[in-house]
């Protein structure tokens, strides 16, 4: 079983930023795809960025490319969700997955694990 808790949500003016985190324990985190999703109110779950074990693949939803950037420290066991130029629209819940694959994926339902989520709302 594979436990992932998300922190360092909150409540940010546009144009700022915000880096989440996401701990991982339970199984072997460097052998993970990790991904990050967003939920906004009456909304679908949608894709955000994912990196694969290593860091050396990363992909990005394009609404946010040029703006997120995700890493990860496989000593801390942690993937990190970096955010600047924060847009109104990004306000959502954030979702940390991970995926026992050896294969970076968009798609939700390949995620094997999944965080409670933390909030982050931007102001216009």
């Known amino acids: 079983q594979v436990q992932l808790v998300e922190s360092g949500g909150g409540l940010v003016q546009a144009g700022g930023s915000l880096r989440l985190s996401c701990v991982a324990s339970?199984?072997?985190?460097?052998?993970?795809?990790m991904g990050w999703f967003r939920q906004a109110p009456g909304k679908e779950r949608e894709f955000v960025a994912t990196?694969?074990?290593?860091?050396?693949?990363?992909y990005y939803a394009d609404s946010v490319k040029g703006r997120f950037t995700i890493s990860r420290d496989n000593a801390r066991n942690t993937v990190y969700l970096q955010m600047n130029g924060l847009k109104p629209e990004d306000t959502a819940v954030y979702y940390c997955?991970?995926?026992?694959?050896?294969?970076?994926?968009?798609?939700?339902?390949?995620?094997?694990?999944w965080g409670q989520g933390t909030q982050v709302t931007v102001s216009s």
């Open positions: 997955a991970a995926d026992v694959g050896a294969f970076i994926s968009i798609i939700e339902s390949y995620y094997d694990y």
């Open positions: 339970g199984r072997t985190f460097s052998s993970f795809t």
């Open positions: 990196i694969n074990w290593n860091g050396g693949i990363t």
